[in-house]
């Protein structure tokens, strides 16, 4: 599968914004979707992760309460809506593929997942 992330950009602290990740190349349905993201200097570090069918999640504490996951099978897609954005925030946000037997805490992690889209870079200014 082929992921192609879009959607991020400038927002001043306390805006919103939502990045999408469109698959190509196979099933969207049979795929459980991750979100990560990436800081200079930093590690990769998870965001959220969403089940094939959408029904089950997992987020950070991070972003508890200010970013929402959600998919559109039929149009092969992956949104994370960002809200009450903070600097901090502030990274390259890729999405992430893999399938699996069963959708559980794994998914959290970066080894978890086998494929990988380009990133789109958020910004969040002070």
């Known amino acids: 599968v082929q992921l192609q992330a879009s959607g991020g950009g400038l927002v001043q602290a306390g805006g919103s914004l939502r990045v999408s990740c469109v698959a190509s190349?196979?099933?969207?349905?049979?795929?459980?979707m991750g979100w990560f993201r990436q800081a200079p200097g930093k590690e990769r570090e998870f965001v959220y992760a969403?089940?094939?069918?959408?029904?089950?999640?997992y987020y950070a504490d991070s972003v508890k309460g200010r970013f929402t996951c959600s998919r559109d099978n039929a149009k092969n897609t992956v949104y994370l809506q960002m809200d009450s954005l903070k600097p901090e925030d502030t990274a390259v946000y890729y999405c992430?593929?893999?399938?699996?037997?069963?959708?559980?805490?794994?998914?959290?992690?970066?080894?978890?997942?086998?494929?990988w889209g380009q990133g789109t870079q958020v910004t969040v200014s002070s």
């Open positions: 969403i089940s094939r069918g959408g029904d089950y999640t």
């Open positions: 190349g196979d099933t969207f349905s049979t795929y459980d």
């Open positions: 992430a593929a893999e399938k699996s037997l069963f959708f559980h805490s794994r998914h959290r992690d970066v080894g978890s997942y086998g494929y």
